[in-house]
């Protein structure tokens, strides 16, 4: 069997990671498509993945994205219409569900933002969607076209590849020295907040820690490049899941996979992120994995390194996450049997 995965950013291909190892020891074939958006091809190549690049870098702005769009969707049509698989899978992609209706491809979606625009054609097109259980009472799911067709997975999509990541579970304890820093996404449609509003404070954190950066994208590395932030460490290329985990002590986010992924691990995590919360990331911090603080100064933050102190954990959402990676898997196992 062919399956084709399209990624339009780079959260989506940790997602997939797993599944692809898996479905490849089973000697099933895969088509690899991704659009040239933040780290995506560098994560791709990091993994040896073979793939093909459709589609260039989109800025923030709307109307550059609108123009793009329809020439991502026409060439990533005629790729696939000679490269024809026998299933598509994607998280996030919204490409994929119209390129596959069109041709006759069954296929499966999944999201967990629902502020993304682009949601819409996942819902209409895809022939099966799968989302976290936090997104199951939100209004758009009750509505016309995602009913007969929505399922909905326990705890957050981070669980579901960090549960088949056993290793990494050792890597959370010992002795951690660094702070990691992962900006707002800045070019994102979806978010609305400030930009670079975190910089003192970062300034102030790197005369006492070693602060590490870990930029989006090249602009915000050539920020964090500037003379006054020259004691602060900005990671030139994606860095292992496997490093950050060992040596972190706290991690800082604005919004993100990534920020979510230290959550998962419990590992000491802040969000600053500015817009309006995800749903994921209010199920994180209900369960007390994740603190949520946007205006969060200096003082505060030093009070909860002094006061913080891990707990025996026995990693119920990565159990969840299992069962996850378990439903997912066998959702798209099954879409061979299905007509578009």
Known sequence: MKIWIDFINTPQ??????????FRKSNHQMLLTCRDSGNTVALLRQYDLPFEIIGERAGKGMMQKLLLFPRR?????????????????????????????????????TNDNEHAK????????????????????????????LRKKVLFYPSVKEAIYLSQRSDLVALTS??????????????????????????????????EHEVVILPRDKNQTTHYQ?????????????LSLDKIVSDCLLFI???????????????????????????????LIEKGLMMINSKISYEEIKSF???????ESNWLILKEGEQSYSIIKKLIYNLQYEQN
């Open 226 to 238: 500037q003379e006054k932030f020259k004691a602060i460490t900005v990671a030139e290329k994606p």
């Open 253 to 283: 986010g604005a919004g993100g996979s990534m920020t979510r992924e230290m959550a998962v691990l419990e590992i000491p995590v802040i969000s600053i992120y500015q817009a309006e919360l995800l749903a994921v990331d209010r199920y």
């Open 13 to 22: 291909v940790t997602f997939w990671i797993p599944f692809i190892n898996e």
């Open 305 to 311: 390194l002094g006061s913080f102190s891990g707990s």
């Open 118 to 145: 682009g949601n819409i054609f996942g819902f209409l097109f895809a022939k099966r969607v799968i989302l976290p259980v936090a997104l199951e009472n939100e209004d758009f799911v009750n509505k016309w076209p």
């Open 73 to 109: 969707m026409i060439n990533l049509y005629s790729y696939i219409r000679k490269n024809r698989p026998d299933i598509a899978c994607s998280q996030s992609s919204f490409y994929q569900p119209v390129v596959a209706r069109f041709l006759g491809i069954p296929s499966l979606y």
């Open 174 to 207: 010992g002795t951690k020295s660094k702070i990691y820093f992962r900006p707002e996404p800045w070019s994102a449609q979806y978010y609305t907040g400030p930009l670079n509003f975190f910089d003192e404070t970062l300034l102030k954190l790197s005369e």
